[in-house]
């Protein structure tokens, strides 16, 4: 676990469990201990400070996640307004693209997956409500990295990397520049078996009234059926009218 002068042991370790609560699918004190590298009563006293406060549950010794992060986690999801309006717009893209679609947003670097929607034409991937990505390596991605200034964009690759998760991953920072600048003059952002093998995306970015970033909208499916014109031509179309209605959506909300 990385840690930092500046922050305090005690809340990193506690976070720390709760991390690896979710990665082992629950987990004994004496697991979390090892992990962890921490004494067993170190981790006994952690786990019984979140039992008593309702963010894990002891199920026969092994401890879990209780659904209070579901309570957190759906007041993040709702705090904006235009958090709010793009569950729908995911819905009806899905609907009218046959494909996996989702709305994401920029956290701490990385992507993170608000809302989903599988189509009659898409294949289920591991994209769940919550979960993060890399950026470099998806069309969401992509599509937020460009609306950042060249410093901050900087900034995330120093602090992220370029790490290769398939063959076709750009892993050179010119080269991940260069294609931001060309999204940018597309308006949308491609992943052909960047992130997962077989599965091709485009996707767009969505900005808040001010101009600022809120988050992407994203079209996936099978490679080997999203390909040609129906990628690179119909997708980008369809997918940057839903981009409109809902920054318009957004905008007209009161």
Not at 55 to 61: L, P, R
Not at 141 to 155: C, F, R, S
Not at 186 to 208: D, L, M, P, T, Y
Request: charged share 25%; net charge negative; hydrophobic share 40%.
């Amino acid at each position: 676990m990385e840690s930092d002068h500046s922050n305090i042991r005690a809340v990193e370790i506690s976070l720390g469990i709760i991390q690896q609560l979710v990665e082992r699918d629950g987990a004994r004190v004496t697991e979390l201990a090892e992990e962890l590298d921490i004494a067993p009563s170190t981790a006994h006293n952690h786990l019984q400070t979140l039992l008593n406060n309702g963010f894990v549950i002891d199920e026969g010794s092994v401890y879990y996640p209780s659904l209070e992060f579901l309570h957190v986690g759906e007041y993040a999801r709702q705090r904006k307004v235009g958090y709010q309006k793009a569950e729908q717009h995911v819905k009806a893209l899905a609907e009218e693209s046959g494909g996996r679609t989702h709305f994401t947003v920029l956290e701490h670097g990385r992507g993170r997956y608000v809302y989903t929607k599988t189509g009659d034409l898409a294949v289920e991937t591991f994209s769940r409500y919550g979960s993060q990505f890399p950026l470099h390596v998806t069309a969401a991605g992509k599509a937020m990295l460009a609306e950042l200034p060249d410093w901050q964009i900087q900034e995330i690759v120093d602090q992220r990397g370029l790490k290769a998760l398939t063959d076709q991953n750009i892993t050179d920072e010119e080269e991940l520049f260069a294609e931001l600048e060309a999204t940018r003059e597309r308006g949308v952002a491609f992943n052909f078996e960047e992130h997962n093998k077989g599965i091709s995306a485009v996707a767009a970015s969505v900005q808040e009234p001010n101009g600022s970033l809120l988050g992407a909208l994203t079209i996936s499916g099978p490679a080997q059926r999203f390909k040609g014109d129906l990628i690179r031509e119909e997708f980008p179309d369809l997918l940057l009218a839903k981009v409109n209605e809902l920054e318009l959506d957004i905008v007209y909300s009161d």
